[in-house]
């Protein structure tokens, strides 16, 4: 069984460019999240879907992030524009049902951002 | 708002040696703890977990114990090896929010 697919593994661009991260989780998997993840530092939760709904988008800086899960399978994050301190690894996440507890999170491998 | 401490940031240990690895959490209403671990260039994998209403539990070499009085709880990892060198997070989940530790660099010297 594939895992959580995340692309680009890698991406380098500079201050006030747009980026885009996309996410495919785990198939059956109705709870997406996405985190940020600062270097020597824990996963912290940016948004969290379920199936297609956010439900938890209280720490994703909506002036210039945005996140979509349509028809929900796939998901999209996106920055614009970027800052020199939104270098990070962005992680992509599922779990089978409804989030909380007892349920398994299986994480990508995230996609290494540097803005310069 | 709700918090996970861990402790230490970094252990090194002599292969065969024991590791533990110790969090403290905030939030009374954190009723599962599962912890992760994270290799270089890889996302966090989940390696053991454990609910509120256990106290203890063991998965060969990896064991993990909770006291929900003190808040604490602790992740042990005998016969340690060097394929065990990694980042280790502890996490507390309650409700619908999982909140991670900082980590915790393991080195396992062969």
């Known amino acids: 069984e594939a895992g959580v697919v995340q692309s680009p593994r890698y991406k380098i661009i500079e201050k006030k460019q747009p980026v885009a991260f996309w996410c495919n989780p785990i198939?059956?998997?109705?709870?997406l999240y996405w985190y940020l993840q600062n270097l020597g530092q824990g996963p912290e939760l940016l948004i969290r879907y379920e199936n297609e709904e956010a439900v938890d988008d209280s720490q994703l800086p909506k002036d210039r992030f945005s996140a979509e899960r349509l028809k929900g399978v796939d998901s999209t994050l996106k920055i614009q524009p970027a800052e020199l301190g939104d270098s990070a690894v962005y992680l992509c996440?599922?779990?089978?049902?409804?989030?909380?507890?007892?349920?398994?999170?299986?994480f990508g491998p995230g996609t290494r951002l540097t803005v310069l | 708002g709700e918090n996970v401490e861990q402790h230490p940031s970094t252990l090194s240990v002599q292969e065969g040696d024991s590791a533990v690895i110790k969090c403290t959490y905030s939030d009374s209403a954190s009723n599962y703890f599962p912890w992760y671990k994270q290799e270089l260039g890889k996302g966090p994998q989940l390696i053991i977990d454990?609910?509120?209403?256990?106290g203890e539990k063991k998965d060969q070499r990896i064991a993990v114990t909770l006291n929900k009085t003190a808040k604490h709880f602790s992740l042990h990892i005998t016969e340690t090896q060097p394929e065990d060198s990694a980042v280790y997070f502890c996490a507390g989940t309650g409700g619908f929010k999982t909140i991670f530790g900082a980590g915790t660099r393991l080195f396992v010297k062969a």
């Open positions: 996440a599922s779990s089978l049902g409804a989030s909380g507890s007892y349920n398994e999170q299986f």
């Open positions: 454990i609910r509120s209403n256990v």
């Open positions: 198939s059956g998997h109705n709870t």
